[in-house]
């Protein structure tokens, strides 16, 4: 089992469709969360840290929850342009990165 | 300021030929790490370094080897190469505090026949 997991996909929605990824991850020693955007196997991009209160970044909204070792990323009115994989990533003193989750946004 | 530098951009080795694959940063960053992708699989770290003289193995080590003599320079050696090490890699570079994100460089795309 991998140390960090998310559903690989694709996800295809529709533009304006709400869409969320989740992503569980298994080492509770884990420190920090972040999700990154990658663009056709180019270099991963930062898209936002994780806190457990909760973040937002204009469509994006980030959650962690600890307890369920568990972190999620909401787009709302979804874009062509968020077409990307999205990594879900762990920092516990070295960086541990999901596989990736595949969103397509359609026309 | 160049941030993240990967050195080639693409090579094709022979099965058994060794080769260094370059990474330097200017940002002074005390981090630094390789990974490769393949497809299908996301990013898998290879080897990381949090500090000049520091190396520690990650998930996937078998077949490189790193040194870190500086804090900007960060080389991958593969040792022998194998069809196996067919992939696309990547070195990043981060400040060890919390929330901090990583800079990537470009990419390596490494073809072994």
């Known amino acids: 089992r991998k140390e960090v997991e998310q559903d690989p996909g694709p996800f295809n929605v529709p533009e304006g469709a709400t869409v969320a990824f989740n992503c569980t991850y298994s080492?509770?020693?884990?420190?920090?969360f972040f999700w990154y955007r990658q663009d056709c196997r180019k270099e991963p991009k930062l898209l936002m840290s994780?806190?457990?209160s909760g973040n937002e970044d204009g469509r994006f909204t980030a959650q962690l929850n600890r307890a369920s070792q568990y972190i999620s990323l909401l787009i709302r009115d979804s874009k062509l342009s968020d077409s990307a994989t999205y990594l879900c990533?762990?920092?516990?003193?070295?960086?541990?990165f999901g596989q990736g989750t595949t969103l397509q946004v359609k026309p | 300021n160049a941030g993240v530098t990967q050195t080639p951009k693409f090579q094709v080795l022979k099965t058994g030929q060794s080769m260094t694959l370059q990474c330097a940063q200017d940002?002074?960053?005390?981090?630094m790490s390789w990974y490769r992708q393949d497809p299908g699989m996301g990013l898998r770290l290879i080897h990381y370094?949090?500090?000049?003289?520091?190396?520690d193995q990650g998930e996937v080590p078998n077949g490189y080897n790193v040194s870190r003599s500086t804090t900007e320079d960060f080389p991958l050696r593969l040792l022998s190469a194998a069809p196996s090490q067919t992939s696309v890699y990547f070195c990043?570079?981060?400040?060890?505090?919390?929330?901090?994100?990583?800079?990537f460089g470009d990419g390596t795309r490494l073809s072994i026949l």
């Open positions: 080492n509770s020693a884990s420190q920090s």
């Open positions: 990043a570079s981060m400040i060890r505090e919390h929330n901090q994100p990583q800079h």
């Open positions: 940002m002074n960053h005390e981090y």
């Open positions: 370094s949090v500090g000049a003289g520091i190396t």
């Open positions: 990533v762990v920092n516990r003193g070295k960086l541990i």
């Open positions: 994780v806190y457990s």
